[in-house]
């Protein structure tokens, strides 16, 4: 991706995309504001997907399962992860896209956004990188910058710490295109990476992912929420493929 395009493409929410709660931070809706869990005229246009309706699991079920675990459910227009029940992963595919949504986390919790992720592994942390989701202040993850909120985990940590506290929304932007990564949190750039390079593999060597054979390098898979026990919530989750 050209990068200063993507700076550009960012500065106004996407050419198509993030609801004006997103933009700063992932309020509340308010008068005037999107509606969640929609998609505006304009995102159809564009090509966005909305993976998430606010009522149900349809697009959803778990890790080498059929159908969603009781665990997650739609909740007060939120995909949440109420109970035990294990990862979740999209019923969809992708390779190279842009995804944005909103997540909130409970005290002390912890979660993740992993893409490209393949059943093949038999576990989802085993193929797909996470974008981290946490409660930094409370977590111990939080006290070690490559597994803090926003990172990529275990090998890139945020440029800054740009999360907002546990009990609040923070917005999301994933984008994926061939090789170059880039993580987006509350309208900040926190992390750029890109797959496969020497520097990459350098980082991963020295890592509990060394050994495993698909992390990192599957070309298109499912974009994955992490069940690590705790009380999460994901909404307005959109995603645009890229060419």
């Known amino acids: 991706m050209n990068r200063s395009l993507g700076h550009r493409r960012f500065a106004a929410c996407s050419a198509a995309a993030l609801v004006a ?5 992932g309020g509340d809706a308010v008068a005037g504001q999107q509606e ?3 998609l505006t005229a304009a995102e159809r246009a564009a090509g966005w997907q909305l993976l998430f309706d606010g009522t149900t699991t349809n697009g959803w079920r778990g890790f080498r399962l059929d159908d969603a675990p009781d665990g997650w459910q739609a909740s007060d227009g939120a995909l949440t992860r109420v109970g035990g029940g294990g990862d979740i992963i999209t019923t969809e595919q992708f390779g190279d896209f842009e995804l944005t949504l909103e997540w909130k986390v409970e005290e002390g919790g912890n979660s993740g956004v992993l893409f490209r992720v393949t059943e093949e592994a038999d576990r989802v942390w085993k193929s797909g990188p996470e974008l981290q989701i946490l409660d930094n202040e409370r977590h111990p993850d939080g006290r070690v910058p490559a597994t803090s909120a ?3 985990y275990g090998l890139h940590a945020p440029m800054e710490d740009a999360v907002h506290p546990a009990g609040s929304w923070n917005a999301v932007r994933l984008v994926v295109q061939q090789h170059h990564v880039e993580h987006w949190l509350n309208g900040v ?4 990476y890109d797959l496969g390079t020497p520097e990459w593999e350098e980082m991963v060597a020295a890592t509990k992912f060394d050994t495993l054979p698909f992390y990192g390098r599957v ?3 499912h974009i994955a929420l992490q069940d690590h026990g705790d009380w999460v919530a994901y909404r307005n989750i959109k995603i645009l493929r890229l060419p």
């Open 21 to 25: 709660a997103a933009c700063v931070g």
């Open 36 to 38: 969640h869990n929609t």
């Open 150 to 152: 926003g990172s990529n």
């Open 189 to 192: 750039k926190v992390v750029e």
């Open 219 to 221: 070309p298109a898979g």
